[in-house]
């Protein structure tokens, strides 16, 4: 009955202790959230051509009109 029972609880904990999946899914939206910041750093630079406070209030213009 022990035997049983310990197959049981093996089986039924076996699935919560994997967690390769949410850990990859994690760092995928990691990269994701990366690549979005890059976009926009890269396309508020590209479209001026003044000083530092000019591309810094680009930057947070075009991720508020992402952001909504």
């Known amino acids: ?9 093996v089986k039924l904990t076996t699935p919560v ?3 390769k999946g949410a850990q990859s899914l994690e760092w995928l939206g990691l990269a994701a959230l990366l690549i979005l910041v890059l976009g926009i750093v890269s396309t508020a ?3 001026s ?7 810094i209030s680009n930057i947070f213009k075009k991720i508020t009109e992402m952001v909504g």
């Open 1 to 9: 009955m022990m035997n049983k029972l310990t197959e049981l609880y």
């Open 17 to 19: 202790k994997n967690e």
């Open 45 to 47: 630079v590209s479209d």
């Open 49 to 55: 051509k003044g000083s530092i406070t000019t591309i």
